[in-house]
């Protein structure tokens, strides 16, 4: 297993919760993601969120290619392959009975984001920098937990919207693929709450996670 496969099997779940969720048409109207944003929104962020508002159901299949998956995530198309192959191994992920599309095995996932994660990808935090909240810092946590006046946690990013202590992401491309995606930012600062966080934020991490893992 690589870090890579944790972060595109929450881009699974993403994508599956958002084929009958509309709610994701209302990006720009702010309601359910208002302020969900730790950094400034470029034209090229607009334009890829416009696009994917003028899809029909039908084609979401695409974004489900290897092709499609690389231009969301970041991740090279063979990678994606290969991190494919290995999550469905090991029942992770599966393919769709009815429409051969990859699904992830939500169940398991919450499974081994609760129980093993943090052992087998520790977080890596280190020095200062401007960057995008995450873990208790991000949006979906906020007030879950009172700060203490620490330094937050971030993903290193130069559009970022706050200075926190930087946080390796699972993947490199972590930071571009969540400025178009709400639910795979939420997913993923809840998964550093998680690899971060002590006793008692973790407890709460773990809810939140699996709450929006069974409703995906």
Avoid at 35 to 44: A, I, V
Avoid at 58 to 65: E, G, P
Avoid at 172 to 185: F, G
């Amino acid at each position: 297993m690589k870090g890579q496969d944790i972060f595109l099997l929450l881009k699974l779940v993403s994508l599956y919760r958002q084929e009958t969720d509309t709610r994701l048409e209302q990006l720009d109207e702010g309601d359910r993601f208002q302020s969900w944003e730790g950094w400034e929104l470029n034209e090229d962020d607009a334009l890829f969120r416009r696009e994917l508002k003028l899809l029909v159901p039908t084609a979401f299949a695409a974004r489900y290619t290897a092709r499609g998956l690389e231009k969301e995530t970041g991740i090279s198309k063979s990678e994606v392959s290969s991190s494919l192959n290995r999550c469905i191994k090991v029942g992770l992920a599966k393919l769709d009975r009815k429409t051969n599309l990859p699904r992830a095995n939500q169940k398991a996932l919450a499974e081994f984001i609760a129980y093993g994660l943090k052992y087998v990808f520790p977080a890596q935090v280190s020095e200062l920098s401007r960057g995008i909240p995450t873990s208790f810092a991000a949006p979906v946590l906020k007030g879950k937990i009172m700060s203490a006046g620490e330094s937050i946690y971030i993903w290193p990013d130069a559009k970022g919207s706050s200075k926190g202590q930087s946080v390796q992401p699972l993947y490199k491309s972590v930071a571009m693929a969540v400025k178009t995606d709400p639910y795979l930012y939420e997913y993923l600062a809840l998964v550093d709450a998680i690899r971060l966080g002590n006793a008692r934020e973790v407890a709460i991490a773990k809810d939140e996670l699996d709450n929006r893992l069974r409703l995906s």
